[in-house]
């Protein structure tokens, strides 16, 4: 099974960038989804899931009210990164767990993408 992750760039301040993942070997809809990043010098951290047991997403407060997950019909899970910031500048990173998954600790997901790296930067 693997994932892969697309969309990634460079965007200004204030911009917007759509990540998308697609699951080969996996059905998502089975599966909690989430989004990961890794800023320059830090550790990873959890940015949004969407947990399948209860059908609601989850954003790390940073990104509240500025990025959307959301999954599709077609296998793919997407990250709609809206008023960018330069503080999102990081690899980010998809990941699938088990439905009832509702946090961010990362030995509860089972399968990770390689990471796509977005900047933001004037």
């Known amino acids: 099974s693997q994932l892969e992750e697309s969309g990634g760039g460079l965007a200004h301040p204030g911009g917007s960038l759509r990540l998308s993942c697609t699951a080969s070997?996996?059905?998502?809809?089975?599966?909690?989804t989430a989004w990961f990043r890794q800023a320059p010098g830090k550790e990873r951290e959890g940015v949004s899931l969407?947990?399948?047991?209860?059908?609601?997403p989850y954003y790390v407060d940073s990104v509240k009210g500025r990025f959307t997950i959301s999954r599709d019909n077609g296998n793919y899970v997407h990250l709609q990164m809206d008023s960018l910031k330069p503080e999102d500048t990081g690899i980010y990173y998809c990941?699938?767990?088990?439905?009832?998954?509702?946090?961010?600790?990362?030995?509860?997901?089972?399968?990770w993408g390689r990471g796509i790296q977005v900047t933001v930067s004037s």
């Open positions: 969407l947990s399948k047991s209860d059908g609601s």
């Open positions: 070997g996996l059905f998502l809809d089975y599966y909690g």
């Open positions: 990941a699938v767990g088990p439905s009832w998954l509702q946090n961010f600790r990362e030995n509860g997901y089972d399968y």
